[in-house]
């Protein structure tokens, strides 16, 4: 595959296409976030925030390393250049509303829930 080949899939991946199968891409990464957070703060004994945006950035280091091991695999930089994607599409929506609210998703949870600030 050569640059732009990888480009397109890359793109074909991160389309509307996977919000029909994984939800909104901005929601699905809050809901990582909040559950490696959890994850860490327990496991550490330290609160750890992170934001989907991290979710995103670790996923790509995720490729990269997956890239250093075994045999080629060209799905590792099509999945690092889509997560790099996803990672900017987060932080320009963050940009755009962090004059309105510190937080970008919802609850994937259907129902009516009121957010409980600490």
Do not use: C, P, W
């Not at 799905?75 to 940009?95: K, L, M, P």
């Amino acid at each position: 595959m050569n640059t732009t080949e990888i480009l397109k899939k890359a793109e074909q991946l991160v389309s509307d296409d996977r919000a029909k199968t994984h939800g909104d891409k901005i929601v699905n990464h809050e809901n990582i976030a909040r559950l490696f957070s959890a994850y860490l703060t327990n496991k550490f004994q330290a609160v750890l925030n992170l934001t989907a945006e991290d979710v995103a950035q670790l996923m790509t280091l995720l490729k990269i390393a997956r890239s250093q091991a075994g045999t080629h695999n060209v799905d590792d930089y099509i999945d690092g250049v889509g997560y790099q994607a996803i990672a900017g599409h987060i932080a320009e929506a963050r940009d755009k509303k962090s004059k309105l609210s510190t937080t970008l998703g919802v609850s994937n949870d259907k129902k009516d829930k009121k957010t409980i600030n600490k």
